[in-house]
């Protein structure tokens, strides 16, 4: 009898875990409360997976052997409640994936920032090198279902702390973990240790064949590692002191000790700027010698290497005026390290869903280099209280266009526009891409 597998919630990571489960043999159901997208129906459809969608059929869900959730679902949704009553395994896409990558290896990527860009950027050095390899997870494509349709002999994977709370036996080979700052703790119970013990799972399965690439500088990591057991082989990044493994930055110039390489690189020439970059930098750099590429290329590749969008990303130049899109800062830790590396006064758009923020993390470089915070979003009163006594201008808007219009009346020749909310998007947009992108076209009608 095939084993019957449940996936709840129909997105990227449902359709591909299913795509996999199906071609594994497993009897597999999705079903989704909300809609399927059209796309999404026609891959499930062409494939012979039965699915729903607007509701849960309780009945049918608890029939499950396993049960693979999308990250997006609470563990207080009450069908979850209803699963773990029950005592039917729940597993992520991530842990589907690993079980069927067979000699594939994996470098996974987390932490609460700089996570989306060191996956892109050691993906893009590990292409440069020649490497085979996909990028996977958080980041845009399932590695479900990338592991059914084009198996790759290495994944660069962005994994969240809500795929990494269901996984069993997922190691990855090379793990990085960026920081730990506090974000999303209304699905932590409002607990930052959950949350932290959360991410630090990335390392659980790990063993001596394995390595651990980390922030020595991060308070929160140093002060909780002791209590998370390392099997692995820990390689640290610092910009304290020198390492004789890992990576460090010293006067201006990065070394890479990893692997048979040691590699030195002024920090001058990379594409991205900011201290926060050259920390993903160093992760990414010390993971692409780990795995056995070239220093010449690791170094062409930082070199090339482009920034995301929606992250730091420049839009254009109005009458003087520049604007910036960072709508992926959805943590005031996010918006630190943008406002850190403004060099402008800077008009700050603020706002959205708030996921217990504290807005004092930033209160000092908003007093040092924000003259005015254009608030966007239903609700606006936390941030209008944090910053009423540090910010002459302060106005209230309710969509991107509204934002972009009052920023560019508090502008003179020579600001920047910075969008970095800090907060979640799903008040005024579908996510934080569709806020960027309203963004965006707001600044080019103006």
């Known amino acids: 009898m095939s084993k019957r597998l449940i996936i709840l919630g129909s997105g990227e990571s449902g359709v591909g875990a299913a795509l996999l489960a199906k071609q594994q043999g497993y009897n597999v159901f999705v079903s989704d409360a909300g809609a ?23 009945e049918k869900i608890l029939e499950a052997d396993e049960v693979m959730k999308s990250p997006g ?56 090198g020649g490497l ?25 994977a962005e994994i969240s702390s809500f795929q990494l709370d269901d996984i069993k036996t997922f190691r990855p080979d090379i793990s990085i973990l960026t920081n730990i700052t506090e974000d999303h703790l209304d699905r932590y119970d409002y607990k930052f240790e959950n949350y932290i013990a959360s991410k630090f799972r990335i ?56 692997g048979s390489e040691k590699m030195q690189m002024s920090i001058y020439d990379f594409a991205l700027k900011g201290i926060h970059n050259q920390y993903n930098t160093m992760a990414a750099g010390i993971a692409a010698a780990t795995i056995g590429i070239r220093k010449e290329k690791i170094r062409e590749a930082i070199q090339s290497f482009e920034a ?12 003087g005026v520049e604007f910036i899109n960072d709508s992926k800062a959805t943590n005031v ?16 758009i603020l706002g959205g869903v708030d996921k217990g923020n504290d807005y004092s993390l930033i209160r000092d470089l908003v007093k040092e280099k924000v003259k005015a915070i254009v608030c966007m979003g239903t609700d606006n009163i936390k941030i209008n209280d944090a910053f009423k006594n540090d910010v002459a201008l302060m106005v ?14 508090f502008a003179n020749k020579g600001d920047v526009v910075l969008l970095s909310p800090a907060c979640a998007s799903f008040d005024l947009f579908k996510n934080y891409e569709d806020r960027g992108k309203q963004f965006k076209e707001a600044v080019r009608d103006l």
């Open 396 to 409: 209230n808007t309710g969509s991107a266009e509204e934002a972009v219009k009052a920023a560019f009346h």
């Open 73 to 128: 679902i609470p563990e207080k949704n009450e069908m979850v409640k209803r699963i773990r009553a029950k005592g039917i395994p729940v597993i992520s896409e991530i842990e589907l994936a690993f079980r069927y990558k067979g000699k594939s290896k994996v470098v996974g990527i987390t932490g609460s920032n700089g996570k989306t860009t060191t996956t892109a950027m050691t993906y893009h050095i590990c292409k440069h």
């Open 203 to 258: 390392i659980m399965n790990q063993t001596d064949e394995d390595y651990f690439i980390y922030c020595e500088d991060d308070p929160v990591i140093k002060q909780h590692i002791n209590q998370h057991p390392i099997h692995t082989n820990p390689l640290p990044f610092t910009m304290q002191h020198e390492l004789n493994k890992g990576g460090f930055i010293r006067n201006g110039q990065m070394t890479v000790i990893a």
């Open 132 to 156: 085979d390899c996909a990028l996977v997870g958080n980041i845009g494509y399932s590695f479900a279902k990338q592991v059914a349709e084009e198996p790759k002999q290495w994944y660069i």
């Open 308 to 319: 995301l969008e929606h992250r730091m990303e420049y839009v254009s130049t109005v009458r």
């Open 333 to 348: 830790n996010s918006t630190w390290y943008a406002l850190e590396s403004m060099t402008k006064p800077t008009i700050l």
């Open 36 to 58: 399927v997208k059209p796309d999404f129906k026609k891959e499930l459809t062409e494939a012979e997976i039965e699915f729903e969608e607007g509701k849960h059929t309780v």
